[in-house]
């Protein structure tokens, strides 16, 4: 079965700052890899989303995020943050192949200074 | 277009009572998701539908949990009896189709209820 690891509880950054976020997944061929933000009180939103293809994926709110094989990864990046960016961040995985069943990980709290 | 909605938003009740929640699905969407987000925790995944069938429950603690999604639109989730461990955000999501490999599967969430068991 599929996993998914986001090492990282909390993140601070300051407003303008740039942002990484890492996810890790298990499975044993290509995943459908996913980012979701879930601002308090709300559903979750997707940000981006891996299927096959070019490894860097363009996402809203200029987020993106590369699929890197070897490394069995999955990080969001943004170029410079926003205050408004604070959220929490999900990190999901599907097996591509069987039923859809998708896995999430445990999430990031991102906080930003300003 | 209208989003997935879901009620009550927010419930209190008390251990060995039951609770049921509501999810209207976006119109035309095939596939709905049932998903327990434990606070400091990622969603689980509970239950999926396709239409009026099930999917997957292999997560669905079904000595106490139900589900069903009749005419396959709505859909309500139950518990009876509540246990405290059942304190937990419940959302529901919806697809339109669901199957693997489609660019269609992107899920989209509903607000969540989220349940208070004291």
Redesign the interface.
Known sequence: AQS?TQPDIHITVSEGASLELRCNYSYGATP?LFW?VQSP??????LL?Y?SGDTLVQGIKGFEAEFKRSQSSFNLRKPSVHWSDAAEY?C?V?????????T????TSLIVHP | EAGVAQSPRYKIIEKRQSVAFWCNPISGHATLYWYQQILGQGPKLLIQFQNNGVVDDSQLPKDRFSAERLKGVDSTLKIQPAKLEDSAVYLCASSLMGASGSTSDTQYFGPGTRLTVL
């Open positions: 998914v459908y979701y009180g709300q559903g979750l939103q997707l989303k299927f999900f999901a599907v097996a591509s192949g069987g039923s859809y069943i998708p999430f990980g445990r999430g």
